[in-house]
Nanobody, 126 residues
Framework: VQLQASGGGLVQTGGSLRLSCAASGLTFSSYTIGWFRQAPGKEREFVAAISRSGLSTYHQDSVKGRFTISRDNAKNTVGLQMNSLKPEDTAVYYC????????????????????WGQGTLVTVSS
């Protein structure tokens, strides 16, 4: 069972990046997938999540209108399109999977997520 996050890098303020999370070894459509981030010296925080079905999404207020989460259950992937990036978006970004019973459940606390990827670093320069 594995989650592999990719797509991080160095970008200037106002730029864009697209993160991808590829899953293997699990029944992908049984999991809500979330993105979290952790900046140096700070706790891991919720960024966005998408339900099993893809019909429900939730974005943290600080990224609403700039970030968009999406998923492709046929390809076992989840994407996070990040536009209008700011220096405060600098962090290691992690994707995580939460096994849920209903097709629309979204949870936001890290401890509720069962599986974690290795993280990908996003650095936004000012």
């Amino acid at each position: 069972v594995q989650l592999q996050a990719s797509g991080g890098g160095l970008v200037q303020t106002g730029g864009s990046l697209r993160l991808s999370c590829a899953a293997s070894g699990l029944t992908f459509s049984s999991y809500t997938i979330g993105w979290f981030r952790q900046a140096p010296g700070k706790e891991r925080e919720f960024v966005a999540a998408i339900s099993r079905s893809g019909l429900s999404t939730y974005h943290q207020d600080s990224v609403k209108g700039r970030f968009t989460i999406s998923r492709d259950n046929a390809k076992n992937t989840v994407g996070l399109q990040m536009n209008s990036l700011k220096p405060e978006d600098t962090a290691v970004y992690y994707c995580a999977a939460d096994w849920v019973l209903t097709s629309t459940t979204i949870r936001r606390r890290p401890r509720e997520y069962d599986l974690w990827g290795q993280g990908t670093l996003v650095t936004v320069s000012s």
